[in-house]
C-alpha cells in the first residue's frame, strides 16, 4: 500500500523500554527456564522464552540464589499494565514478582535524521514500512523469516523500531518511488529499480536465487531502462519501464500478465492489449495487477470475487479492460489500486470499487 503526503514527518507515540530484576532462590539445579510475558489491556502482547540463565545477566549470592535481569522488548504506555515471570524447575512452575523500571522514548529521537524531513511517499506492508524523505529512503518493522520475508534492507534480520536509512546500493541515488509488499520492498532510484526480500522477487537473475536483506538492482529488460514506478505484491512485481509495462516474479492465474501462468525472475513485458502502449500507473494485489493506459483500466491475474472488473470471475493471463459500462461510462481513470482481493480506481477526482466487498472495503456503494 503506497499513500503520498507533503507532510513533514510527525513524531511517534512514545514506546516504554523495560529494565526487569527478579531476585531466584536457590534450586540446586542448573535447568531452570523463565518465561517473562508483558500484560496488557487487550492480554498479553508479547513473551520472552530466556533459555536458562541466558539473555540475562545473574548474580550469584554464596546460598546459591540468583539475581537475574534483562531488558524487555518496548510497549507503548498506554498499554502496558503489568509484567510477570514464572519459573520453571524440573517441571514445576512457580510465578516470581520481579522489580521493573522503565524508560520513556520517543522512537523519532532515536533516528534525527528523518525528524523535521520533508516526506513525500509512504508505503506500509506486513511487518515493514518505508517513507521517501527528500530523496532517501527510510525503513522500519521486523524481517519475519520465510514466511514474510519482505525487510528493512539494511543488511541484517533485526526489528527496527524506528526508521533507519537505507543504503547500499541506495546510497547517493535519488529515490522516487517505494513499495512495501509481504514478501519483497522495491524502490526506484535514479530511474532504476532495486528490490530486496524475496528470492523469485527480486527480479535480478534467471533463477530464483535466496532471500536477500540489502537492495539487489533489476536486471533483464529493465537492466537499461528508465523505471518511473514499482509496485510489490503477494508474490510478483510490476514496474513502469520507458512507459511499458513489465512485470515478474510468481506467474500462477496469470497475475504476470504474459499471456501464461510460468514463474519469470527477470522481467518480462505485459502483453495483449498493454503491448507497446503508454502505461501511466501500475499496481499488485495479492495475486493480480491493474494498469492504466489512456485514461482505460486494465487488469489480469486471478479473477475470483470479480476482482478484474470485467464482469467475470474467470483468471485472465492477459489484460483486459475493466468494464466502462456501468459507473465508469465516459469517465478518465488516472490511478489504480489492487488490493487482496478486489480493486479500485480514481476517475473524474471520485473514486470506484469492485471485487470482495468483505468488512466493508469498499467504503461507498460505488461499484
Not at 178 to 200: E, L
Not at 316 to 323: H, Q
Amino acid at each position: 500500500m503506497r499513500q503520498r503526503s507533503a507532510a513533514h514527518a510527525a513524531h511517534a507515540a512514545l514506546v516504554l523500554t523495560l529494565a526487569v530484576v527478579v531476585a531466584v532462590p536457590a534450586v540446586g539445579s542448573t535447568s531452570a527456564s523463565f518465561t517473562a510475558s508483558a500484560a496488557a489491556v487487550g492480554g498479553d502482547v508479547t513473551t520472552i522464552e530466556l533459555p536458562p540463565l541466558a539473555g540475562a545477566s545473574a548474580v550469584v549470592a554464596d546460598d546459591g540464589s540468583a539475581s537475574l535481569s534483562w531488558s524487555a522488548p518496548t510497549l507503548r504506555p498506554e498499554t502496558f499494565t503489568g509484567y510477570r515471570v514464572e519459573r520453571t524447575v524440573d517441571g514445576e512452575t512457580t510465578m516470581l514478582s520481579p522489580a521493573v523500571t522503565t524508560e520513556a522514548t520517543s522512537p523519532d529521537d532515536l533516528d534525527p535524521e528523518l525528524t523535521s524531513k520533508q516526506v513525500t511517499t509512504v508505503s506500509i506492508g506486513d511487518r515493514v514500512g518505508c517513507a521517501i524523505a527528500e530523496a532517501e529512503l527510510y525503513c522500519w518493522g521486523s524481517y519475519g523469516g520465510p514466511s514474510y520475508p519482505a525487510n528493512v534492507g539494511v543488511g541484517d534480520g533485526d526489528p527496527h523500531l524506528s526508521p533507519v536509512r537505507v543504503g547500499g546500493l541506495l546510497a547517493g541515488k535519488t529515490v522516487t518511488d517505494v513499495s512495501v509488499g509481504s514478501g519483497a520492498v522495491c524502490a526506484v532510484a535514479d530511474d532504476s529499480a532495486y528490490c530486496w526480500g524475496f528470492g523469485p522477487m527480486l527480479g535480478a537473475s534467471a533463477t530464483p536465487g535466496s532471500t536477500s536483506l540489502v537492495p539487489v538492482k533489476v536486471a533483464g529488460a529493465l537492466a537499461d531502462a528508465r523505471v518511473t514506478r514499482v509496485s510489490v505484491g503477494g508474490t510478483s512485481v510490476c514496474a513502469i519501464a520507458d512507459d511499458l509495462a513489465y512485470c515478474w516474479g510468481w506467474g500462477g492465474s496469470g497475475r504476470l500478465g504474459d499471456g501464461g501462468t510460468a514463474n519469470r525472475y527477470l522481467p518480462v513485458a505485459v502483453a495483449g492489449p498493454l503491448a507497446g502502449r503508454i502505461v501511466t500507473d501500475i499496481t499488485v494485489g495479492i495475486a493480480h495487477a491493474c494498469a492504466v493506459s489512456a485514461g482505460e483500466a486494465f487488469c489480469w491475474g486471478e479473477g475470483d470475487y470479480g476482482r478484474l472488473g470485467s464482469g467475470s470471475s474467470a483468471d485472465r493471463t492477459l489484460p483486459r479492460a475493466v468494464d466502462t459500462s456501468g459507473v465508469l461510462a465516459g469517465l478518465a481513470v488516472t490511478r489504480v489500486a489492487a488490493g487482496s482481493a478486489h480493486s479500485c480506481a480514481v476517475a473524474d477526482a471520485r473514486a470506484f470499487c469492485w471485487g470482495w466487498n468483505s468488512s466493508g472495503g469498499w467504503a461507498t456503494a460505488a461499484r
